[in-house]
């Protein structure tokens, strides 16, 4: 909490960097390869675990639905989300309202020492990419106004390259099973064609129904955990950069600390508003 000698320009509180955690994602580790090793439990107390490995349907399904989601998008977008996945298995979890008390405490320094005096707090947020950005073009003596414009601008791009990705993945995700049942009509034409020879008609089986049970493998318990985690992810990320956005207008524009606060407690969810000047 922010002291009445502090609001009137005594000395200035010292600076927590907000509290951040850079981790595995224990839901997306624990819940895939969990829903993996059960599958792969129950195929093999059912004793036939080989006859569920096919490399045809293999690559019929991971094969076509690569290449037709890459046919959908780019090689750049799809590079992206492989980059944007690998990035959501170290998430870092970022809370909201130590963020908002340390962008607080910042805007304290620069209105009651100047903006120079972010100086010296400016190295130690560069992991805070939206927010280092920001604080040196207040250093750099950039208006509020062209602060906020930037950085919008960014925002807006940073969250439409997540939402891209996201489509990549959704987009994989539906076709998965197609490519499945594309493997399935495969299987069951050769099986046809080669009625005359039965030795034929169990391998072409296998593809027929392997096919599918790979597709819906990938589109249910790979790609759209995946994007639905994203999408989750992203949104917690626009709304801390949100929060760094309105701080670094605000300071620059050389506001009462007191109004930004108010501000960020209006895109704070309910359980996460902070009271720094009560």
Do not use: W
């Amino acid at each position: 909490m922010a002291t009445e000698t502090e609001q009137h320009g005594g000395p200035t509180p010292s600076v927590s960097p907000p509290a951040n955690r850079a981790a595995f994602d224990l839901a997306t580790l624990v819940g895939i390869p969990g829903a993996f090793l059960l599958i792969f439990t129950a195929i093999y107390l059912g004793g036939t675990p080989g006859a569920f490995i096919n490399l045809p349907s293999i690559f019929i399904v991971v094969g076509g639905t690569v290449g037709v989601t890459t046919a959908c998008f780019s090689l750049r977008d799809m590079l992206n989300a492989v980059r944007i996945v690998a990035q959501t298995v170290f998430h870092r979890s970022r809370n909201p309202s130590s963020a908002a008390i340390h962008v607080l405490q910042l805007a304290q320094i620069a209105r009651y020492r100047g903006a120079l005096a972010l100086q010296t707090h400016i190295n130690g947020i560069e992991p805070e990419r939206m927010l280092y950005r920001g604080l040196t073009m207040v250093v750099d003596g950039t208006p509020g106004d062209e602060i906020e414009r930037i950085m919008q601008q960014e925002l807006q791009s940073t969250a439409q390259r997540h939402a891209r990705s996201a489509s990549v993945l959704r987009k994989a995700a539906d076709i998965a099973p197609a490519m499945g049942l594309i493997g399935t009509l495969v299987g069951l034409i050769q099986m046809l064609g080669n009625l005359e020879d039965p030795s034929t008609i169990g391998p072409a089986m296998a593809v027929a129904l392997l096919t599918t049970f790979y597709g819906a493998i990938l589109a249910n318990m790979v790609f759209t955990p995946l994007a639905s985690k994203l999408e989750r992810n992203s949104s917690e990320e626009t709304l801390i950069n949100h929060l760094y956005v309105m701080a670094s207008a605000s300071i620059g524009r050389q506001e009462n600390p007191r109004r930004l606060e108010m501000l960020l407690n209006t895109i704070l969810p309910p359980g996460h508003r902070v009271e720094y000047f009560n």
